[in-house]
C-alpha cells in the first residue's frame, strides 16, 4: 500500500504532532491546496482538482461559516425541539446516537457558488467554483425525532439555530425551512460525514443535511429546532438567501426580500468542467474532457462542445450515482487540428432542467450555473 505524503502527514497532525505545518488554508487539517476567502471566521473553496472524485475527501472540503466556530463539550450538547410540538423534547447525543442510522450521499453547494463571476459585481464571499462537495451523510431522519415530538398542524415551517455565536455588531445565523422538506424521510439530523463525525468546522456534534438544497439551508452545530407557522424572523431568513420571484435587469436592488423574493432552496442543474484547466497548452492528441455535474436530483446527461458551441457530443457518465450525489463524466476530444479551442460542457437533469448559456443575475448572487467555458491551446 501506498501512503501519501498529504496522509502521512495528516495521521501525525491528528495526533497532535505537526499542528503548525498543517495550518493551511486558515484551518488546521485542510488541505492547502484549498482557496481561502477568510481565515476567521474560516471560509475557504475546493480546488478544482477536487472535481475529479466522486466523494470530496474531508480536507477538501468546502467551508462556509458566518460565525466562528463553536467549541462543543459532547457531555453538555442538548438538541431542544419546542414550538408547535405536542410533546417538547430535549435530547442528548446518547439519545441521538440510539435511534436508527440512515445514511446517504448528497451534494452540498453554497448558494452564493459563483458569485464572483456576475458582472455587475456582487457584494459578499467572492466564491469562484469549489464553493461544492459530494460526501456521505449519516445521522437520524429529523422526521423520527419530528414524530416523536408530534408536529401541530399549525406548524408550517422547522426553524434551526446553531451554537455559532455572531461577532459584534452581526446578526447570528438562523434558518428555517418548510414543514414538507423536514419530514421528508431524506432530511437528516447528520453527525458522521464519509464516515467520521463531523469536523468542527462541518459541523459538530449535529449539522442539518437538506439532500438537493443549497448549503444555507444545511445548519451546522444545530441545538434548537422550533416549529413555526412563518418562517424564522432572521436576517439570513428575511434578507439574505433568497431569490427573485421574477427574474430582474442586471444591477437592481433587492425590495422587499419577504414579498418579492424566495428562498434559496432546491440545487439548480450545473456542470464544471475540471480537466483540462483554463488556458492550458495541450499537446497535439487525444485530450480528456471531465469534470462533474449535479443538479437537486438525478443527472440524465452531460453534453460537450469543443468549438465554441457548434456541435454537442455526450459525455460518458462515471459509474458511482446516489439520488443526490454528483456524477463525474468524460468525454475523449480529438483536437481538429493546432490552435486555440474553446470547450463546453453542459448538464440536464432527470427532470429535463438544463443550464442556461448567458448568467441570469440577481441581486443576492446566487445560482451561478451558466455553461462554463474554458480555453485551451492545441500545440503543433
Ligand atoms: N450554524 C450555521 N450553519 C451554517 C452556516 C453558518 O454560518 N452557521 N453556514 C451555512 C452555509 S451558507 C453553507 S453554504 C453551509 C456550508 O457547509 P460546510 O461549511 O460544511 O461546507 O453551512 C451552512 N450552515
Ligand atoms: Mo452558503
Redesign the pocket.
Known amino acids: 500500500m501506498q501512503v501519501s505524503r498529504r496522509h502521512f502527514l495528516g495521521a501525525l497532525g491528528a495526533a497532535g504532532l505537526l499542528r503548525p505545518q498543517l495550518v493551511s488554508a486558515g484551518y488546521p487539517g485542510k488541505s492547502p491546496n484549498m482557496v481561502e476567502l477568510s481565515a476567521e471566521p474560516p471560509n475557504m473553496e475546493m480546488a478544482l482538482e477536487g472535481f475529479n472524485s466522486w466523494i470530496t475527501p474531508v480536507e477538501d472540503?468546502?467551508?462556509?461559516?458566518?460565525?466562528p466556530v463553536p467549541a462543543v463539550e459532547i457531555s453538555q450538547y442538548r438538541l431542544t425541539l419546542d414550538g408547535l410540538v405536542d410533546r417538547p423534547l430535549t435530547l442528548t447525543m446518547e439519545d441521538l446516537s440510539r435511534m436508527p442510522k440512515v445514511s446517504l450521499v448528497s451534494v452540498?453547494e453554497?448558494?452564493g457558488n459563483g458569485r464572483k463571476n456576475y458582472s455587475p459585481k456582487i457584494s459578499g464571499s467572492q466564491w469562484n467554483i469549489g464553493?461544492v462537495?459530494n460526501a456521505r451523510w449519516a445521522g437520524v431522519r429529523l422526521a423520527d425525532i419530528l414524530k416523536r415530538a408530534g408536529v401541530k398542524t399549525a406548524a408550517k415551517h422547522a426553524a434551526f439555530d446553531?451554537l455559532?455565536q455572531p461577532e459584534a455588531g452581526k446578526p447570528d445565523?438562523q434558518r428555517s425551512i418548510d414543514v414538507g422538506k423536514a419530514l421528508h424521510r431524506d432530511t437528516l439530523l447528520a453527525y458522521e460525514m464519509n464516515g467520521q463525525p463531523l469536523r468542527a468546522?462541518?459541523?459538530y456534534p449535529i449539522?442539518v443535511v437538506t439532500p438537493g438544497w443549497?448549503?444555507?439551508n444545511?445548519?451546522?452545530?444545530v441545538t434548537r429546532i422550533t416549529l413555526r407557522e412563518d418562517e424564522v424572523d432572521n436576517f439570513f431568513q428575511r434578507d439574505n438567501y433568497r431569490y427573485p420571484l421574477r427574474p430582474v435587469p442586471p444591477g437592481s436592488q433587492p425590495v422587499d426580500p419577504m414579498v418579492t423574493m424566495a428562498p434559496v432552496t432546491a440545487l439548480m442543474v450545473k456542470s464544471v468542467i475540471s480537466t483540462p484547466v483554463n488556458g492550458a497548452r495541450l499537446p497535439l492528441r487525444e485530450v480528456k474532457v471531465s469534470g462533474a455535474a449535479w443538479s437537486d436530483g438525478l443527472i440524465a446527461r452531460v453534453e460537450v462542445s469543443t468549438d465554441a458551441g457548434r456541435h454537442w457530443h455526450p459525455a460518458t457518465l462515471g459509474s458511482d450515482s446516489a439520488p443526490y450525489s454528483w456524477r463525474l463524466w468524460e468525454y475523449r476530444w480529438k483536437p481538429s487540428g493546432p490552435g486555440y479551442h474553446t470547450l463546453m460542457a453542459r448538464a440536464e437533469d432527470a427532470k429535463g432542467n438544463r443550464q442556461p448559456l448567458v448568467p441570469e443575475w440577481n441581486p443576492l448572487g446566487y445560482y451561478w450555473n451558466v455553461v462554463q467555458i474554458v480555453s485551451v491551446n492545441i500545440e503543433g
Open positions: 472540503f468546502y467551508v462556509r461559516c458566518n460565525s452540498v453554497c448558494a464553493a462537495g446553531g455559532d445565523f468546522e462541518h459541523g449539522r443549497t448549503g444555507n444545511w445548519v451546522k452545530w
